[in-house]
């Protein structure tokens, strides 16, 4: 009945305009229901001399075209307020979204995300990092870019943050935002929003693979990503001690949850083992021995692979770019591991 009603008061044109007031937008609203048609008509002009006639005009048509209902037209005067365009979140433009997260601080969620996204790099896809780590981003300082200073750009009216890039890497992290001594004292709901901004607001080209670095544990920023984009699947990363895989299953079980449902692809023991340049051969298991691997079967979860005790991995994030890039030997270890991701990111998405 709406649609008839509005077809009614397109024949009514504006004296002065010539249009009709339904193609100029001066219907503001029609509704009817219980034997009665309301009608709102907005004009743009205050105190318009023929809002009178119009008024009149439409309450004449309504009622011969609708003779059993109660016709009531009503006038508001000011332009209709313009819903400000809907923002389309950059994230859109991302083929897959994959969380890489820890239970506890320590593990090197960190460097193995830098890592991996170098080495996903060098298997020839695009590749971003956001790192979601509010409270201690330490991207910056992984890939050499502690003084980007982001620019904005527009894209169809609305404001846009353009990430830094490092070897054909994209990266946007609040650590950008921030400087370094700065210590950053947010209540959650800040934290929050500011991560919903490098969510939608940054401008990813076209990625393959957008790698999210996560904070440490299960907690409001997990949740606000979880909520907010979609989620192709979890890296967990753990060390073998049992403290930290003790962890590790409240992280998978997040991931697992009946609300959340996110695939977890697979989990990673980092820090596994130290071996010495001048004993090639031997394995020191510092921090123990396969908890996490050990978890894994047990959980029927995909056990990605183990990445040693490397000094080249420390120095690496200590200068800038990723051990993977510089030596081969940790870059066997990274190409593992990544191959499996790609492969169970096929697999369940």
Same mark, same amino acid.
């Given at each position: 009945?709406?649609?008839?009603?509005? *077809?009614?008061?397109?024949?009514?044109?504006? !004296?002065?305009?010539?249009?009709?007031?339904?193609? *100029?937008?001066?219907?503001?609203?029609? @509704?009817?229901? +219980?034997?009665?048609?309301?009608?709102?008509?907005?004009?743009?002009?205050?105190?318009?001399?023929?809002?009178?006639?119009?008024?009149?005009?439409? =309450?004449?048509?309504?009622?011969?075209?609708?003779?059993?209902?109660?016709?009531?037209?009503?006038?508001?005067?000011?332009?209709?307020?313009?819903?400000?365009?809907?923002?389309?979140?950059?994230?859109?433009?991302?083929?897959?979204?994959?969380?890489?997260? %820890?239970?506890?601080?320590?593990?090197?969620?960190?460097?193995?995300?830098?890592?991996?996204?170098?080495?996903?790099?060098?298997?020839?896809?695009?590749?971003?990092?956001?790192?979601?780590?509010?409270?201690? !981003? %330490?991207?910056?300082?992984?890939?050499?870019?502690?003084?980007?200073? !982001?620019?904005?750009?527009?894209?169809?009216?609305?404001?846009?943050?353009?990430?830094?890039?490092?070897?054909?890497?994209?990266?946007? @992290?609040?650590?950008?935002?921030?400087?370094? +001594?700065? /210590?950053?004292?947010?209540?959650?709901?800040?934290?929050?929003?500011?991560?919903?901004?490098?969510?939608?607001?940054?401008?990813?080209?076209?990625?393959?693979?957008?790698?999210? +670095?996560?904070?440490?544990?299960?907690?409001?920023?997990?949740?606000?990503?979880? %909520?907010?984009?979609?989620?192709?699947?979890?890296?967990?990363?753990?060390?073998?001690?049992?403290?930290?895989?003790?962890?590790?299953?409240?992280?998978? =079980?997040?991931?697992?949850? =009946?609300?959340?449902?996110?695939?977890?692809?697979?989990?990673?023991?980092?820090? /596994?083992?130290?071996?010495?340049? =001048?004993?090639?051969?031997?394995?020191?298991?510092?921090?123990?021995?396969?908890?996490?691997?050990?978890?894994?079967?047990?959980?029927?979860?995909?056990?990605?692979?183990?990445?040693?005790?490397?000094? @080249?991995?420390?120095?690496?994030?200590?200068?800038?770019?990723?051990?993977?890039?510089?030596?081969?030997?940790?870059?066997?270890?990274?190409?593992?591991?990544?191959?499996?991701?790609?492969?169970?990111?096929?697999?369940?998405?």
């Amino acid at each position: 009945m709406e649609s008839e009603i509005r *077809s009614v008061l397109a024949r009514i044109a504006h !004296p002065e305009t010539g249009r009709d007031i339904a193609e *100029s937008g001066m219907v503001d609203s029609v @509704s009817a229901a +219980d034997g009665k048609v309301t009608v709102v008509l907005r004009f743009p002009k205050a105190r318009d001399p023929f809002a009178a006639r119009i008024r009149m005009q439409a =309450e004449q048509a309504l009622k011969e075209r609708f003779p059993e209902a109660q016709v009531t037209v009503a006038i508001k005067e000011g332009a209709p307020k313009q819903q400000p365009p809907k923002r389309e979140s950059a994230t859109k433009s991302v083929g897959k979204i994959i969380a890489v997260a %820890s239970g506890k601080g320590g593990v090197g969620k960190s460097t193995v995300t830098a890592n991996l996204a170098a080495t996903l790099r060098d298997m020839g896809y695009r590749v971003g990092i956001l790192d979601a780590d509010i409270y201690g !981003p %330490s991207q910056p300082k992984m890939f050499g870019l502690e003084g980007y200073a !982001p620019d904005a750009v527009q894209r169809d009216g609305m404001d846009y943050i353009v990430p830094a890039r490092s070897a054909e890497i994209e990266l946007m @992290s609040i650590g950008f935002f921030i400087r370094p +001594d700065d /210590a950053l004292m947010w209540r959650g709901a800040m934290a929050t929003n500011a991560l919903k901004q490098l969510l939608h607001q940054t401008m990813w080209g076209g990625l393959d693979f957008l790698l999210i +670095d996560m904070p440490p544990g299960t907690g409001d920023i997990h949740l606000t990503i979880i %909520s907010e984009i979609r989620l192709d699947g979890a890296v967990i990363v753990s060390t073998p001690q049992q403290v930290a895989v003790a962890d590790v299953v409240r992280g998978v =079980e997040m991931f697992r949850h =009946e609300q959340v449902k996110v695939p977890v692809l697979g989990v990673i023991e980092n820090m /596994a083992w130290f071996t010495p340049k =001048e004993l090639p051969e031997n394995r020191y298991y510092i921090f123990g021995h396969g908890g996490a691997r050990a978890y894994a079967e047990q959980a029927g979860v995909p056990f990605l692979g183990e990445i040693p005790i490397v000094q @080249s991995i420390m120095e690496g994030s200590e200068q800038g770019r990723p051990s993977v890039s510089t030596d081969p030997y940790v870059e066997g270890y990274y190409r593992e591991i990544a191959e499996k991701i790609v492969h169970n990111t096929v697999e369940k998405c």
